[in-house]
T-cell receptor, first 110, second 114 residues
Framework: KNEVEQSPQNLTAQEGEFITINCSYSVGISALHWLQQHPGGGIVSLFMLSSGKKKHGRLIATINIQEKHSSLHITASHPRDSAVYIC????????????FGKGTHLIIQP | GAGVSQSPSNKVTEKGKDVELRCDPISGHTALYWYRQSLGQGLEFLIY????????KSGLPSDRFSAERTGGSVSTLTIQRTQQEDSAVYLC????????????FGPGTRLTVL
């Protein structure tokens, strides 16, 4: 079974700061997802990637398959970015469901 | 367009009762997933449907849990003889085809077993 570790568990930063959230996994994967969950809210998919880098607005996700590691970056952070960010992986070998990290609770203070 | 919908949004039941949770995926999406989010446990995969193929039930925690998907669209997750440890938010997600696509999540059903 794939083990997914995220760091940090909690992060408080000031508005405008550059944010990095890390995700490591133990077994080779076919895809990695970054998800966002606002308090009391639903889950939104931010990125799905299997190699390289993707960018959407102020969000950037990178993955290094050899090192089994991914990062989610937020540039020019804003209080509305405050949420839980969850890394999830789809392992190979016919396993279809996602294995989730425990999430990073991000608070951006104005 | 309409997203993934789930009903009910909240369900309170007594220990030992059966419950049914419903998921309506995005129209045209052939893949449907059920997940559970428990306090202190995070998110966990329960079951996956893809088209008319046999579902991947590898995440179901016990034989009290079952799910079906009728006509390749609506899905129902059934929990028999509910236990207090079944209390959680049950989330449904769908994707256009297979597990190599982005998943779209529903708002979830919060289940409380007294």
């Amino acid at each position: 079974k794939n083990e997914v570790e995220q760091s940090p568990q909690n992060l408080t930063a000031q508005e405008g700061e550059f944010i990095t959230i890390n995700c490591s996994y133990s077994v080779g994967i076919s895809a990695l997802h970054w998800l966002q969950q606002h308090p009391g809210g639903g889950i939104v998919s931010l990125f799905m990637l299997s190699s390289g880098k993707k960018k959407h607005g102020r969000l950037i996700a990178t993955i290094n398959i050899q090192e089994k590691h991914s990062s989610l970056h937020i540039t020019a952070s804003h209080p509305r970015d405050s949420a839980v960010y969850i890394c999830a992986v789809r392992s190979g070998g016919g396993a279809d469901g996602l294995t989730f990290g425990k999430g990073t609770h991000l608070i951006i203070q104005p | 367009g309409a997203g993934v919908s789930q009903s009910p949004s909240n369900k309170v039941t007594e220990k030992g009762k059966d419950v049914e949770l419903r998921c309506d995926p995005i129209s045209g999406h052939t893949a449907l997933y059920w997940y559970r989010q428990s306090l202190g446990q995070g998110l966990e995969f329960l079951i996956y449907f893809q088209g008319n193929s046999a579902p991947d039930k590898s995440g179901l925690p016990s034989d009290r849990f079952s799910a079906e998907r009728t006509g390749g669209s609506v899905s129902t997750l059934t929990i028999q003889r509910t236990q207090q440890e079944d209390s959680a938010v049950y989330l449904c997600a769908s994707s256009p085809s297979g597990s190599f696509y982005e998943q779209f999540f529903g708002p979830g059903t919060r289940l409380t077993v007294l």
